[in-house]
C-alpha cells in the first residue's frame, strides 16, 4: 500500500457537513484502490441497513454522501445513528462483482485524437495504450458530472497523468477521457480538460429507456477493441452501443 497521506485511510470516516440535511463520509483526500473497497463497503453496510431517517446515498471517488429527513431525525440524532457504520475495517476487501459490463470502443484516429499524446505521456506505444487500456478491470467508482457519466478506475500507476493546461471545447457524446488514473465516459458532448483516448456508442443515460441509467456504481466495465468504421453500426436503438451485461449476483 502506498503511504501517501492523501490516499491513506483514516482510522474511521471523516464526518462533514454539507447543506441543511446533508453529510459526508471521506474516507480519504484522493481516490485510491483502498478508499474505492472502503467507499464500496460503507455503501453496501448502509444499503443493506440504512439507518433511519436516510433518504438518499451517493459515492464519490473517496466519501459517501448521505441526506437525511429533517423531519424524521435531527442532525445530531442522525449521526448518532450511524456511529457502527464508522467503526469499519480500515482495509477492507475489494466489493465483489455483481455486474460486469464489455463495452465496444475505437481508439484512436477521429474516435481518439489524443491517443498518440496520451500514450507519449505513459511512456508506451500506442498499439501498448489500447492495449492497457483494454485489459483494464475498471469499475464504475463514482457516478456525476452530467446525469448516468461515469468515472471509471483505477488504472495502473503509468496512467496518473494531469489533466490538461486548457479545455479541449467539446467532445462527443460517447468520448473516452483520461486522467488521474481514471477514464470517463461522457453521456452528452461537453468541454473537458481530459485528453481523448476513444470513443464509444455506449450511452450511461437514455430518460426514454426502460432503464435510463445503465451503470451503477461498483459495476466493473471491460472494454472491447473495434474499428472506427463499426461505430456508426451500433449507434442508436437502445443506447448500449453493442455493450453485453452479465450479471454475477
Same mark, same amino acid.
Given at each position: ?25 471521506? !474516507? ?102 489500447? =492495449?492497457?487500456?483494454?485489459? =483494464?478491470?475498471?469499475?464504475?467508482? =463514482? ?33 473516452? !477521457? ?35 441509467? =445503465? ?35
Amino acid at each position: 500500500m502506498t503511504d501517501d497521506p492523501q490516499t491513506r485511510s483514516p482510522t474511521r470516516p471523516e464526518i462533514l457537513p454539507l447543506g441543511p440535511d446533508g453529510v459526508v463520509l471521506r !474516507v480519504a483526500l484522493r481516490a485510491s484502490d483502498a478508499a474505492s473497497a472502503r467507499v464500496q463497503a460503507l455503501a453496501a453496510a448502509l444499503r443493506a441497513a440504512p439507518p433511519q431517517g436516510m433518504a438518499e446515498m451517493a459515492t464519490a471517488l473517496a466519501s459517501v454522501w448521505l441526506r437525511f429527513d429533517p423531519a424524521l431525525v435531527s442532525r445530531a440524532e442522525f449521526l448518532a445513528r450511524l456511529s457502527p457504520f464508522l467503526d469499519m475495517p480500515a482495509d477492507p476487501p475489494p466489493a465483489p462483482v455483481l455486474r460486469r459490463w464489455t463495452v465496444p470502443a475505437a481508439f484512436g484516429g477521429q474516435a481518439g485524437p489524443q491517443l498518440a499524446e496520451l500514450a507519449a505521456l505513459t511512456g508506451q506505444t500506442e498499439a501498448a495504450a489500447v =492495449a492497457g487500456l483494454c485489459a =483494464a478491470d475498471l469499475r464504475v467508482l =463514482a457516478i456525476g458530472f452530467a446525469p448516468g457519466q461515469p468515472y471509471l478506475g483505477l488504472l495502473p500507476p503509468d496512467w496518473d497523468i494531469p489533466r490538461q493546461t486548457a479545455l479541449t471545447p467539446q467532445v462527443p457524446a460517447g468520448a473516452l !477521457v483520461v486522467a488521474v488514473r481514471q477514464v470517463v465516459l461522457f453521456a452528452n458532448a461537453s468541454a473537458t480538460g481530459w485528453r481523448q483516448a476513444g470513443r464509444c456508442a455506449f450511452r450511461p443515460f437514455l430518460p426514454d429507456r426502460a432503464q435510463p441509467f =445503465a451503470l451503477r456504481a461498483g459495476d466493473a466495465i471491460r472494454f472491447a477493441p473495434v474499428a472506427e468504421a463499426e461505430l456508426a453500426a451500433l449507434e442508436g436503438g437502445d443506447g448500449l452501443g453493442g455493450a453485453r451485461l452479465e450479471s454475477l449476483a
